[in-house]
């Protein structure tokens, strides 16, 4: 799917459009996310404040380029925006204090550190997805939106590219955080949570740098990245 350009030579494609509109909310993920990633080795519930402070950073910014944006229902679409971002993470945060427990995290003596940990990847994951879908659809539409963005590989813009790669991002990042724990290497940094948290931070944080690079490789070769999606969805 080529790119068509108007009589000026500007891009019509609405993915380059969308790139720069939410060039500082992916700024604002990712350098979340570090400081997020790179501030563990603290007691109590600080790590827990400082995700919740990156999801309502994320949030502001988002209704900043809706206001900015304009049009009928700008306001309505940054509340529903908020709401559905406040909604998704704290879901995710009892979904994954669940798996971490799941998997070996401490649900009792070290409840602080697997809250610590559940938060910061329901910021990476949950709250990265509401906050990239269309703040005019209802609840079921962004649902299937997420669906389409998480599960299908299908994203229709370049939030959407972004939280798909950032999100199975910060997955594997979190995965492969948790691998050293178990070593008797007597490092401080594999005590739990800590390896498992930078490790997601920088998986979010890569996400994000590919899938930019990848929208605008796509974008100067003329070619539309969700096209590839589509085609392999209809097969």
Known sequence: MKISFDATGASKSPMRRDTRACALELATRAFGMVVVGTSTDDRGLAGVARACVVVGAMVGVRILNDAREGGDGARARAVKSGRRCARWYAVGCVGWFAACVAFGGGAVGAWRETARAASAASAATFATTAVSLDGGEGEE????????????????TAREV??????????AGAWAG????????????????VSVVRGLAFGHVLGITVAMVYVCLADVMGLDPRDGAARRKRR
């Not at 790669?165 to 997955?171: D, K, L, N, R």
Request: aromatic share 10%; with cysteine.
């Open 178 to 193: 948790a691998a050293p724990i178990p070593l008797d290497w007597n490092r401080a940094w594999q005590r739990w949570p």
């Open 162 to 171: 972004s939280a798909r790669a950032s999100a199975w991002g910060a997955c």
């Open 141 to 156: 539409e962004a649902r299937a939106s997420a669906k389409r963005v998480l599960l299908d590989g299908c994203p229709r």
